[in-house]
């Protein structure tokens, strides 16, 4: 494929709408292949819609009837207690007799009350109890017919499979390739190559992988989540109550009680836990550049005059700089400012990297608010590792587990697919973007790996794998936070599966109180007590059985098994 001059004019005249066709045209290719009857499908979504309906007003009826109830009996209990005191009925007239008790009132609120129970207790109950009855048939019926769709839908829905997305992305966009999961041939490219450390440490866990390459140049989308040991705040409160002697204006002393409410905080360390997504990309390119580049949101609307200051501020900085720092303003001043990165290294590779080509694709793309995620992107370069994170990355789901895609309703899975794929497609496209931007950075690089090394995963596959099986089947059981699993090679088995090592950590917590002395109002001094929870680690180790299965149609095949008690379950996903 030709090189992307312009990755956002691309995306706006041709990959967007092409990536649409494509969707539509496999979706159609899977329904063809599935051969459902769609028109029924849509009958029976219709009828399952109406019924929802009739549930949702029957349930109303039934809170109604419910709520009518609750207060007629509530209400008839109440009056039938007011007649145990006479003194609420009397007679606002007075008679040779006195004060009189008005006995026709009494009579009155007695019916009520008796006639308020009864229609509680006979016709609202039965009103509720077929309202119920009825509710539970149109519930099972619905249900039965939502398992009925289900049914009609099953081929479709079992032609889903984890690497859809992926797929019709290269398919779009030949130039960008993705494996079919992380395996030792990246790992090691990656590692040995150009330097990449990987997310080895204990603090961190890998939960999403996605790798591959970009004319050969190597990428991988991670998705961890990061434990550190913040500190948190714990309140307490103390109420006090005491006398005073106080002299009025008349010169008369008297006794005066008084109350105050003392407040006390404490900091005591807590595990704290980040989502982190980004993209590292790897080329040789400027390998002696290291530089890195935050979002100041200098590209929206009205920042034109922060942005002129910001061109103030560098050329400034420019030329007080000492001998030793390396930086040199380009002629282009916004792309300075927009693009900040006076942490620079080498000016020279740096301009080698960043022409007047690539410096108005940046621009292009920082400016645009319609089609990308304007310069939302962060971007780190340390030698020949470049990290993207964008703030539209952060909440996206990269996930591509085929049950997304799956439902009961032929048009609700259509919509629903369509949806998933294009956002997909866009998320990772402009993660991308800011490196397509660099025409450096789309020369191919030829670099041969075995196939061996190629169809067999490694650790930051294992972790994501682990991950998807669910924390809570390693944690330990004292845990009372999240957990960080980590994963290791226990041996592989001689018919090629992978015994894989899982450990999880978190932290079991015990109850404490502090007191901390607070001056009160009475002149004295007071412990507040203030509840906190002290922190211990935990972890525990358990085992996860991993087959590695290259070269089905449906994609590369992933089967684990992981022990929960004292039974062992065997899922296959498709990557």
């Not at 020949?384 to 952060?394: D, G, L, M």
């Not at 015990?510 to 507040?528: F, L, M, N, P, W």
């Amino acid at each position: 494929m030709a090189e992307i001059y312009d990755p956002l004019e691309l995306y706006k005249y041709s990959f967007k709408d092409d990536f649409k066709q494509k969707t539509e045209q496999l979706f159609s290719e899977l329904e063809v292949k599935a051969g459902i009857d769609v028109e029924a499908n849509k009958e029976l979504c219709v009828k399952i819609r109406s019924e929802q309906q009739s549930i949702c007003k029957s349930g109303k009826r039934l809170k109604w009837a419910k709520g009518f109830r609750v207060f007629f009996i509530v209400a008839g209990i109440l009056m039938l207690l007011s007649l145990l005191w006479p003194s609420f009925f009397y007679s606002t007239f007075v008679y040779d007799y006195g004060v009189v008790t008005n006995v026709p009132l009494m009579i009155l609120v007695g019916v009520l009350a008796a006639a308020m129970l009864v229609l509680a207790f006979t016709v609202l109950r039965s009103k509720a109890k077929k309202l119920k009855t009825l509710l539970e048939s149109l519930q099972k019926e619905c249900d039965d017919h939502i398992a009925e769709a289900y049914r009609q839908m099953a081929p479709l829905n079992a032609l889903f499979t984890w690497d859809i997305p992926a797929k019709l992305f290269t398919e779009t966009v030949p130039m960008i390739d993705f494996d079919p999961y992380f395996n030792e041939a990246r790992d090691r490219q990656l590692r040995k190559d150009f330097g990449f450390a990987g997310v080895d440490d204990d603090e961190a866990s890998v939960l999403f992988v996605q790798s591959g390459d970009v004319m050969g140049n190597p990428f991988v989308v991670v998705k961890e989540k990061r434990f550190t040991m913040g500190m948190k705040e714990y309140h307490g409160s103390l109420t006090i109550h005491w006398t005073e002697y106080e002299t009025d204006e008349n010169g008369k002393t008297r006794r005066v009680s008084r109350s105050e409410t003392l407040h006390a905080t404490i900091e005591k360390p807590c595990p704290e836990y980040h989502i982190n997504t980004y993209l590292v990309y790897a080329h040789d390119a400027a390998p002696n550049l290291s530089f890195t580049r935050t979002p100041e949101g200098l590209e929206a609307e009205g920042a034109s005059r922060r942005l002129r200051k910001k061109i103030k501020k560098l050329h400034k900085f420019s030329q007080t700089l000492d001998d030793d720092s390396a930086y040199t303003m380009m002629a282009n001043k916004e792309f300075e400012a927009m693009f900040d990165t006076k942490d620079r290294d080498n000016e020279v590779e740096f301009r080698l990297l960043f022409t007047p080509l690539a410096q108005n694709n940046l621009i292009h793309l920082m400016r645009d608010k319609t089609e990308g995620y304007s310069g939302d992107f962060a971007m780190v370069k340390s030698g020949k590792i470049n990290v993207i994170s964008a703030s539209h990355f952060w909440s996206f789901e990269l996930d591509t587990d085929p049950r997304r895609f799956i439902g009961y309703c032929f048009e609700d899975v259509k919509k629903n697919f369509l949806h998933i794929n294009e956002d997909y497609f866009r998320q990772i496209y402009f993660a991308f973007a800011p490196l397509l931007s660099i025409p450096l950075y789309q020369d191919a690089r030829i670099d041969p790996v075995s196939d061996k090394e190629k169809n067999s995963s490694a650790c930051m596959e294992w972790e994501a794998i682990a991950n998807f099986v669910g924390p809570e089947c390693f944690r330990h059981p004292d845990s009372i936070t999240e957990n960080i699993l980590n994963t290791s090679l226990l041996r592989k088995e001689p018919d090629g599966k992978k015994v894989i090592e899982v450990t999880a950590q978190g932290f079991g917590g015990i109850e404490r109180v502090e007191y901390v002395s607070k001056y009160g109002g009475d002149g004295y001094y007071h412990d507040v007590p203030v509840e906190w929870t002290e922190y211990y680690p935990v972890s525990q180790t358990g085992e996860l059985t991993i087959t590695d299965m290259p070269g089905s149609d449906k994609g590369t095949i992933r089967s684990y098994e992981q022990p929960v008690d004292t039974l062992r379950r065997s899922i296959l996903i498709h990557r």
